[in-house]
């Protein structure tokens, strides 16, 4: 598993979520789900976040919320002035957990 914090872009790490959820594990750490919740804004439906060091495998939600990322990073670098607003997690009210299987260590090799 790639150590993303740190080392690649947004756009980078969005292009690297994108491909790594069509993996037959799917696996991403906690930390990697985190950063993309915050690049996709915190969409309606998802939970505000998951603990940085475990592990999940995650395929249609990851897939969901590259796409919410996709279009954020797109509105982001074409508009003139760029709205900060971002909704807090107080507004995730009602949110749902996210329907993927929970792993408790990293990947075996």
């Known amino acids: 598993m790639a150590d993303t914090e740190g080392t690649m872009t947004d756009r980078e790490f969005i292009g690297y979520c994108a491909t790594h959820c069509k993996s037959e594990r799917a696996l991403f750490v906690g930390r990697d789900v985190?950063?993309?919740?915050?690049?996709?804004?915190?969409?309606?439906?998802f939970v505000a976040g998951v603990p940085d060091g475990e592990w999940f495998s995650l395929h249609e939600p990851m897939e969901e919320l590259v796409r919410h990322a996709e279009r954020r990073l797109v509105q982001r670098s074409s508009a003139l002035v760029i709205d900060?607003?971002?909704?807090?997690?107080?507004?995730?009210k009602g949110a749902v957990v996210l329907p993927f299987r929970k792993k408790s260590a990293g990947p075996s090799m």
């Open 84 to 92: 900060h607003h971002v909704e807090s997690s107080a507004s995730q």
């Open 34 to 45: 985190n950063r993309m919740l915050r690049l996709a804004g915190h969409p309606n439906g």
